[in-house]
């Protein structure tokens, strides 16, 4: 089992930043593939970005490309997401998940989420 829990939410001006982390539990962390999502007021959960196990492949929504990074220190058991440029939009719950078939899309593990609000 895998425990997770968000950090580093707040409230930040527009065009501002942010970094997120994501600590983990367990020793089967650093072979899970480990991705951030959101969830705006209203709107339905999207996906932001992910990480492979190792670290050097990632994938991005086209929505934050070129303004967040997502990174991972397997020896901390920790994922961050760096967001810059921060935007209305991105106001949401951000959440952290992983799992053993997460590369694929499937997420068994959750946190309970950070709040991220920009003000414009």
């Known amino acids: 089992q895998v425990q997770v829990m968000e950090s580093g939410g707040g409230l930040v001006q527009a065009g501002g930043s942010l970094r997120l982390s994501c600590a983990a539990s367990?020793?089967?962390?650093?072979?899970?593939?480990m991705g951030w999502f959101r969830q705006a007021p209203g709107k339905e959960r999207e996906f932001v970005a992910q990480?492979?196990?190792?670290?050097?492949?990632?994938n991005y929504a086209d929505s934050v490309k070129g303004r967040f990074t997502i990174s991972r220190d397997n020896a901390k058991n920790t994922v961050y997401l760096q967001m810059n440029s921060l935007k209305a939009e991105d106001t949401a719950v951000y959440y952290c998940?992983?799992?053993?078939?997460?590369?694929?899309?499937?997420?068994?593990?959750w946190g309970q989420g950070t709040q991220v609000t920009v003000s414009s």
């Open positions: 998940a992983g799992g053993p078939s997460s590369w694929s899309g499937k997420y068994d593990y």
């Open positions: 990480i492979s196990w190792i670290g050097t492949t990632t």
């Open positions: 367990g020793r089967t962390f650093s072979s899970y593939a």
